[in-house]
């Protein structure tokens, strides 16, 4: 049984989570939640599942939220501070960080370091300070488990194989809605289109992120830390897939692969985030091998910049990884806004990782202030091309 912090109890893989939870209760029990600003759903699941403690992330929102709750047994913590507190109970074993965004850094990080399993959705957080959250890992002494479908699905080609005999990790893209579509003019696509995802449904931000591939640019970062870490051996690579059925693949040095397949469903990775080894049954619809064909193509890095960033973000490594996700972070929401095109947000986040001078940070307070600096020198690039 694993006695869980929900980070992020109202998003995309927060409803997943809580879903399974309901329906595999002899496995998993909700001791946390936590949300940003949708008081009514985390008032709803605060009274369905009667975790020990609950955090509103937004503090304004606190008397609402008590007001909803009405005599709950549970506790009502808000701010950052309360998220915090959530993150690194002593009820909880296992932090589910699915909050999105730089703003799930420093609760996982302080879970991390309390000693919790973290399964991992927030892949943000490990970009950001992905050397500092291992460190954390291991003085907290907890196991990270990921949660992103193809790291999990790396996780689980590796069971049984020796790290060293690894040769290659080639993570899948599906390409989003845009890719091998050269008719479409990427400078003119709407947010509607982009948000458009063809296999997935998922928060906003990560899908804007499919459609320029920085998803995957952040996701090598994040199979780096995971995977290649001291052992360095492997390299990363990236192919696109466009139907979201091999989850992604190992090479061995025999020549042999390995990959993990099934139906683009994020319930899948997260049981086996929270029940593995053991498999849960039926959580999710079974796939028909004979109904999809399989294609796999070369990403074009030309007319998606962002992956080709993430690339030279983890070959220039100390700062640019926490730089490129904050002005990624800056670019997608100023796209959302309809303040910038679609091309405009690799062109901000190029700009400003070309101007970082820092040094690698070596403390939370380091990232969280180079994340500063690189969110307003791209709110900077957002004006001049609004
Ligand atoms: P989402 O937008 O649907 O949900 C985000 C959650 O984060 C919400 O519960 C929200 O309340 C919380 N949140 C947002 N800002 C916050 C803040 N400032 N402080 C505290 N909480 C805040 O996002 P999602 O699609 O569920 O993605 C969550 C994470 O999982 C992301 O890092 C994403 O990259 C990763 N991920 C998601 C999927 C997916 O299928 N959705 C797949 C792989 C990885
Ligand atoms: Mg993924």
């Not at 070369?298 to 640019?320: E, H, I, K, S, V």
Request: with cysteine; proline share 6%; aromatic share 4%.
């Amino acid at each position: 049984m694993r006695n869980i912090s929900l980070l992020g109890a109202t998003g995309s893989i927060g409803r997943s989570t809580l879903d399974l939870v309901r329906r595999y209760p002899e496995a998993v029990r909700v001791v946390g939640l936590t949300a940003h600003t949708r008081v009514a759903a985390l008032a709803e699941a605060i009274t369905e599942f009667c975790p020990a403690v609950a955090a509103i992330a937004d503090p304004t929102l606190l008397p609402e939220l008590r007001e909803r709750v009405g005599d709950a047994p549970t506790e009502l913590v808000a701010g950052p501070e309360g998220v915090v507190q959530v993150a690194t109970q002593a009820e909880c074993d296992t932090v589910l960080a699915a909050i999105v965004g730089g703003a799930g850094l420093a609760p996982t990080l302080a879970a991390a370091r309390a000693g919790k399993d973290i399964a991992l959705a927030n892949k943000e957080a490990l970009v950001m300070a992905g050397d500092l959250f291992l460190r954390g890992m291991a003085a907290g002494g907890g196991r990270l488990i990921p949660v992103d479908s193809e790291h999990s699905a790396v996780y689980q080609c590796l069971r049984g194989c020796r790290i060293e005999d690894v040769r290659r990790i080639i993570l899948t893209a599906s390409g989003g809605p845009f890719h091998g579509r050269p008719e479409i003019d990427l400078a003119a696509v709407t947010r509607a289109q982009a948000l458009n995802h063809p296999n997935w449904s998922m928060g906003e931000k990560i899908t804007i992120d499919s459609a320029t591939l920085m998803n995957k640019g952040l996701e090598v970062i994040e199979a780096r830390y995971l995977f290649t870490g001291d052992h360095g051996a492997a390299t990363i690579d990236v192919v696109i897939h466009p139907e979201s059925i091999v989850h992604s693949v190992v090479e061995l040095c025999d020549g042999q692969m390995l990959a993990q397949l099934g139906m683009p469903d994020m319930r899948g990775p997260i049981a086996y985030a929270l029940t593995g080894p053991r498999r849960a049954a039926d959580v999710m619809p079974r796939l028909d091998l004979t109904a999809t064909p399989l294609h796999f193509t070369t990403p074009d890095l030309d007319r998606f910049p962002c992956l080709r960033l993430g690339f030279d973000a983890l070959a220039g490594g100390g700062p640019l990884p926490c730089v490129l996700n904050g002005a990624n972070e800056t670019a997608v929401a100023a796209f959302l806004d309809n303040a910038i095109p679609f091309t405009a947000i690799p062109e901000v986040i190029e700009a400003v990782m070309a101007a970082c001078t820092a040094p690698a940070p070596a403390t939370l307070e380091e990232v969280l202030e180079i994340d500063r600096w690189a969110r307003e020198r791209a709110s900077g690039e957002v004006t001049r091309k609004g």
